[in-house]
């Protein structure tokens, strides 16, 4: 079968690698769709090489199951992975949270175990949660990663009808931010620096956008708040400037949510976090149930999901693909598999 590894320095190549075949707990998917997400372009962009296959949004139908499957499900559902292996049996594997086993975890396609940019993936048949008729499988692959971890965030904030909320970075996460926060009801405003962004923030319900290459996003936000700033904030790019901003916008008791990966920031704790009475929350994608209850949402508020995803390839135009992606100019990029 085929399957995309990165070479190093920004270049994908499209490699041979024997079919998988499932064992005991395990499932071997033919992959229907798979998500290009943000932290790819981390290890694409990197020096060092990955022999695994990438990709960590999987979607697809299930071609094998190996003894000792769930009950639950059979040959030939759809289905999308939650991309994580731990022991299985502590806390936080019961809990869902299988990516934050102490033990260590594998993360299907995302260096530890083989992904889902390839005709097959191997997965434990655990991982497995049912795709909803309603959904198509690149809907599935958006969700799998970087929509429900926009989502979670939202979730942990209890964002409502009441809120209006700031998205920093309008990359597919934020993007996604954008869309979820309108369907839970709230106000929008979307600050990025790339036009393009912009306008897909727009069309996705973004009440308000702000390129905060052309104005300072904190003074842009306190005006259209009436100087008061913004109930609810989530930061999903990473840069270390809008991880400061994105407390300094907020209201006092505002709360902030920080999804974005990057590197270090100087944060005013004492202005921007204990005399604004503020709540800040980490989140890291999301456990297995909650990928079930984020499919719910989208089936139940029909919240157009379609329209996050704006370039589809497929597998043969990978390097095309992570060479759009990495421009940052896009939506939601999607493998679509025949
Ligand atoms: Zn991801
Ligand atoms: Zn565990």
Redesign the pocket.
């Given at each position: 079968m085929r399957g995309v590894t990165f070479p190093g320095n920004r270049q994908a190549e499209i490699r041979e690698f024997p079919d998988p075949h499932a064992g005991p707990g395990e499932a071997v998917l033919k992959v229907r769709a798979s998500?290009l997400?943000?932290?790819?372009l981390h290890r694409y962009r990197g020096p060092d090489p990955t022999d695994m296959i990438t990709g960590?949004?999987p979607c697809g139908v299930i071609e094998e199951l190996g003894p000792g499957a769930p009950p639950g499900i059979k040959l030939g559902d759809r289905v999308i992975c939650h991309h994580y292996a731990g022991c299985g049996v502590c806390e936080n594997c019961a809990m869902g949270y299988e990516q934050l086993c102490p033990q260590g975890r594998i993360t299907f396609g995302?260096g530890t175990g083989h992904g889902a940019n390839a005709d097959y993936i191997l997965v434990p048949s655990r991982s497995l949660v049912l795709l909803d008729d309603e959904l198509s499988f690149e809907e599935g692959a958006a969700i799998?990663?970087?929509t429900g971890?926009a989502w979670n965030g939202l979730k942990k904030m209890d964002v409502s009808g009441r809120d209006i909320v700031a998205v920093f970075g309008q990359g597919p996460?934020g993007a996604s931010g954008t869309l979820s926060a309108k369907a839970m009801g709230a106000q929008v405003i979307a600050v990025d620096i790339v036009p393009e962004r912009l306008a897909l923030a727009k069309e996705l319900g973004a009440d308000h956008v702000i390129n905060s290459l052309e104005v300072d996003p904190v003074e842009a936000i306190r005006e259209l708040t009436g100087g008061l700033g913004v109930t609810v904030s989530q930061e999903t790019s990473g840069n270390p400037t809008a991880r400061q901003q994105v407390l300094e916008c907020l209201r006092p008791f505002g709360r902030c949510c920080y999804v974005g990966i990057g590197g270090p920031a100087e944060i005013d704790f004492n202005r921007d976090v204990i005399f604004k009475v503020a709540t800040i929350f980490g989140s890291w994608?999301f456990s297995k149930s909650e990928l079930i209850e984020i499919e719910r949402f989208f089936v139940d508020t029909k919240a157009p999901l379609n329209k996050l995803i704006t370039h589809r390839y497929s597998l043969d135009q990978a390097v095309e693909a992570f060479k759009e992606f990495d421009g940052a100019k896009t939506g939601k990029c999607v493998f679509v598999m025949e």
């Open positions: 998500g997400c943000g932290t790819d960590h949004e995302g799998s990663c970087g971890t996460v994608t």
